[in-house]
């Protein structure tokens, strides 16, 4: 576990400084933060998603996917371009803010959009890219045509995710206020499987998600293309690591100067239809 510091600060200066995140990645030692585990111990943990084709999957001994390349790229930069030992560790939408507040994981790349509520609980770096939530319906379907087509529809309500609110709900937490029937599901994986199965009129939700989906099913469904919110994927980190924070914000910078994060992004979506290829870092959030 990574030691408490108590500066004069009190309270406050705790929770920056107080951060246990030894997420079982070995290397020894105890650290403040997670940049200092990475560049003391060499080691880090990571928590991804293991069921999003083309974001995090797991078929093998490690995950691949787009968030996979860049949290490897994104550590590599936090330890100044030395290797470093990464232990995946699952990341399921329903306990990201547990594994980081539990010390399982010491980082999460997981289609982790950052809100106003999350905020309270994580301490978020980046983002790293900006997708916008979709909508995707069997590739025969001819009745819904737009998010708006949605009302009175069967709709995903996957495990710890709030995408289904930005239809059924009116801002400022949501989008559309649409009624809709929402079906419960654990994962988006097993969103995907009921419309599959003609249990759900569509699965809603970011497109870079959608679109590894659509790949993976080779044609059987179709992304409607009609765009309606800016979801900023986040560097999730537990709360008060604001200099882990502002170190990845810089390592995200570097990436997209170099070409690196364009190059990872185009290696699993460049093919992909109706998405746009990102051109520059995305404008941070901030730490505080």
Known sequence: MYKRRIGAGGAVAALALGIAACGGGGGGGSYSTVVDKVTGASAIVVGTKWDQPSLGLKTGADPVGYDVDMAKAIVKELAGGKD???TWKE?????????????????????YSITEERKGKVTFGGPYIVAHQDTMVRADDTALAK????????????????SYKRITDPPPDGKLGLPAKLVGASNYSECVQKLSGSNLDA?????LILAGFAKQAG??????GDPFTDEKYGIGLKKGDTKTCEAVNKAVAAL??????QKIWT???GDAKGLTAPTAAPPVEGCA
Not at 153 to 161: E, H, L, N, P, T
Not at 219 to 224: A, D, H, Q, S, V
Not at 256 to 261: D, L, M, R, V, W
């Open 84 to 86: 470093v030992k990464i």
């Open 91 to 111: 990341a399921p939408s329903k306990n990201r803010e547990a594994l980081l507040q539990n010390g399982t994981v010491d980082i999460i790349f997981a289609t």
């Open 147 to 162: 998010a708006t087509d949605l009302k009175d529809k069967r709709i995903c309500q996957a495990a710890g995710s709030n």
């Open 203 to 207: 699965v809603t939700t970011d497109d």
């Open 219 to 224: 044609g059987n469904f179709k992304i409607l």
């Open 256 to 261: 997209y100067q170099k070409g690196e994060a």
């Open 267 to 269: 290696t699993w979506f």
